[in-house]
């Protein structure tokens, strides 16, 4: 059982054909299910050797050694299981009903992954409100006139982002930092955030939701773009509780090291948000990526932290689908979604 694990050598192959003729085994050929479904259900490795049409079926340091078409298989080497046989047809490997049940109770089914980092609380930040309506926009048609804030497009995709996420992970807590038009100072904002940590390796991710402007009344750039704090950027993330425990030096080189890993963090955590957003929202660019900038609400929260770039208010095609609440919507669906997935990531790295 302690054994090292390692692909079947041909000396294995021949004890193992010897151990199938000792026991009797023939050919008897069976319908089943694809072994990839078996694989998929135990979380279990399979080896296959094409030539002697054996192969090994590992989880862990448990192994299952079998051959096409023969009735007995090998359980961790030492161990002889009668099952119908495992057929190998047009180069693929069937697993007969029964054989397929017995194997999945000697393997176990694969369980939920452990939250080896769990995530505390994710901060989606509605950017402006208030008195602060950020970008804004009129465009007339037809002698009417409609004016466009960023601040009411922010909080409805932030609203939006917080019902979609909320069935989507299990543990977090998610927060937002504004729920109605009201105007927050921006060191509020990252307060909130940074005041959720209640023990110094509390995980929380923060998430700022924008829609983006150029110099021009209207211009030509498009899409979505995500920002994270610069490398070059220091800043104290290391909790003062933590840090006056500590000798200056080992405190400064803790800190650099918390920060780089909130930098590459916030990264993936872009890179994650933007492929989600490709996928629900395939009309709009992404090609703009995942960008560095000194933004405060990126610089002041003590955690992963990006800024999310939702369109141009200025760009008239961007604006017109931001105008749209299904386009809103499926934006709000594809940060999520992105939110889900690096949360999952996150939550199971080692």
Excluded: C
């Amino acid at each position: 059982m302690g054994s090292r694990r390692s692909p079947l050598r041909p000396r294995d192959v021949i004890v193992f054909a010897l151990l199938l003729v000792i026991a009797g085994g023939g050919l008897y050929a069976a319908d089943g299910r694809p072994i990839g479904e078996l694989l998929e259900e135990t979380g279990a490795i399979l080896e296959w050797d094409d030539f002697s049409r054996s192969g090994m079926i590992w989880k862990g340091l448990d192994s299952i050694g079998f051959m096409s078409g023969e009735e007995i298989a090998v359980a961790d080497f030492t161990e002889l299981m009668r099952i119908e046989p495992i057929v190998y047809e047009l180069g693929r490997l069937y697993v007969p009903d029964p054989t397929f049940e017995a194997l999945v109770q000697r393997l176990g089914r694969v369980g939920p992954a452990p939250r080896l980092r769990p995530v505390k609380a994710i901060v989606i930040d509605a950017g402006h409100g208030g008195r602060d309506p950020g970008a804004v926009r009129t465009v007339t048609v037809d002698g009417e006139s409609t004016m466009y804030m960023e601040k009411e497009f922010a909080l409805d995709i932030a609203q939006r982002i917080r019902s979609e996420l909320t069935p989507l992970i299990d543990g977090p807590e998610i927060v937002l930092t504004r729920d109605s038009d009201v105007f927050l100072e921006l060191p509020e904002r990252t307060e909130l955030a940074n005041n959720l940590r209640e023990d110094p390796l509390d995980n929380i991710l923060f998430i700022s939701i924008h829609v983006n402007s150029s110099a021009a009344l209207w211009g030509d750039g498009r899409g979505v773009e995500i920002f994270y704090l610069p490398p070059t950027q220091r800043r104290q993330v290391l909790e003062a509780s933590v840090a006056e425990t500590l000798e200056p030096d080992i405190s400064a080189i803790l800190n650099n090291l918390k920060e780089e890993e909130y930098t590459w963090e916030s990264v993936q955590m872009g890179y994650a948000i933007l492929e989600a957003v490709a996928t629900y929202v395939p009309e709009t660019p992404i090609e703009r990526g995942v960008r560095v900038a000194n933004f405060h609400v990126v610089r002041e929260a003590r955690m992963p932290s990006i800024l999310v770039e939702t369109g141009f208010i200025n760009n008239r095609e961007d604006l017109a689908l931001l105008a749209d609440s299904a386009y809103r919507q499926r934006m709000a669906e594809g940060v999520a979604a992105g939110i889900a997935a690096y949360v999952e990531d996150f939550e199971t790295l080692q």
